[in-house]
């Protein structure tokens, strides 16, 4: 494992599937509530500053450079545990949120319903579908 | 919104950002544990077939093929809802899971800790920080 500063990885950069753009996904979750919260990327740098300082570093790729999540608005994330998953190419994040994760003041990133459950269990159709599939099983 | 058979989705296709490779990332969450599963990624196609049949199904990067999770092993993926970020470029899938969702066997694709709850739990300085930042709060 690699040692930077406070926080030890099992596992380094170099053993990570990166996607086209050189970068690895990372899925952001409330380690307490289990809530999702965003979606962002790491690269070598951002991965070595999260664990060197134990504050969520992503690549921002709009702006083109690396971003301490709350520098700024103070909406920390301070990390509770990272995971990789059987591939190696995603990140999941589990943190203590500070604030707001979203930019908008949304607690979460994920607000917009594209499809909401209240749709599929008022659906007769849906409703039978998995009265069928819980039978079924 | 577009209705494609079961699901209606309230915004289309063609409101997402896509990334490098013209996909949206899907990070797929249990929904009645809300533990994250996996993260996959979509074309439309994909998307669209997902409202569809509601299951999920994906764009596979590896094999360059639409895949429906499941259609093989089983370990299909009922579409409970699906949710869209703030910047429109990811989406969340709250999803009953059949089986696996690891091709593993495990029941979610995230099991190799890369930093562990455990460590900072135990590491003293940790343990102060963690404390100092309950004092701040």
């Not at 991965?47 to 920390?76: A, C, D, N, P």
């Not at 190419?89 to 943190?95: M, P, Q, R, S």
Request: charged share 20%; glycine share 6%; aromatic share 10%.
């Amino acid at each position: 494992g690699i040692s930077t500063g406070r926080l030890t990885s099992n596992m380094d950069w170099s053993e990570f599937q990166l996607n086209s753009d050189g970068l690895i996904p990372v899925i952001v979750q409330d380690y307490k509530t289990n809530e999702v919260l965003m979606l962002a990327y790491m690269n070598e740098d951002a991965f070595h500053i999260t664990l060197s300082i134990g504050k969520m570093t992503y690549w921002s790729r709009s702006r083109q450079e690396l971003w301490t999540k709350g520098m700024t608005s103070g909406h920390v994330q301070y990390v509770k545990s990272l995971t990789l998953d059987c591939d190696h190419d995603t990140i999941l994040a589990k943190v203590s949120q500070v604030g707001a994760a979203c930019h908008t003041g949304n607690p979460t990133c994920f607000f917009q319903d594209l499809v909401a459950e209240e749709y599929l269990e008022k659906n007769p159709l849906k409703v039978f579908e998995n009265e069928f599939n819980i039978i079924k099983d």
